[in-house]
């Protein structure tokens, strides 16, 4: 999760919501104030106004960077919400030590919600990974692949190294 939220009280944002449809639905709205702290996570959310009024919090990895490549139409715009998705969940599994009594309770909560930020783009990155000519992005969604594994089994470091090359791999592939 990022540190601070996406954009200041008024600020109208792009993200994507991820409770609509099937693969989740771009909308734009309103930052509406600071943002609020799970409890739970530490995790940051962003209080955003959409147009219907209604308030709802936004987890800040969905979105919209406005100097994206393209529009919410643009299957590139799926790579930047996977892009800083998986670099927040990198950070956090990063500062992560493997040895505490609730690592892997942690780590697993870490990664259902970098699972539920992910799985609305799924028919986009697919579209990624057929057009992408060097691999790269496959390489980056089978060491994801191999992380929940890791960390399903119960192993800590596997997961959290899974991660972090899979990060890497992103970086690589984005730059």
Known sequence: ??????????????????????????????????????????????????????????????IMDPDSRGGPEDPSSALD??????????????DLDEDEPLALRVARNMLARFARE?????????????????????IVLTCIGSAADELEDGHVTGGKMGILVANAAMAELIE
């Not at 734009?28 to 308030?55: C, F, H, K, M, Q």
């Open 1 to 62: 999760m990022s540190d601070t939220p996406r954009g200041d009280a008024g600020t109208v944002v792009t993200y994507l919501d991820t409770s609509e449809g099937e693969h989740g639905e771009f909308r734009t709205g309103v930052v509406a104030g600071v943002g609020v702290s799970d409890p739970d996570t530490d995790a940051i959310w962003v209080p955003i106004v959409r147009p219907d009024a209604e308030l709802t919090l936004v987890d800040p990895t969905l």
């Open 81 to 94: 919400v996977l892009a800083g998705a998986l670099g927040s969940l990198a950070l956090e599994l990063h």
């Open 118 to 138: 992910v799985r609305p783009v799924e028919n986009a990155l697919g579209m990624l990974v057929d057009a992408d000519p060097t691999g790269g992005l496959s």
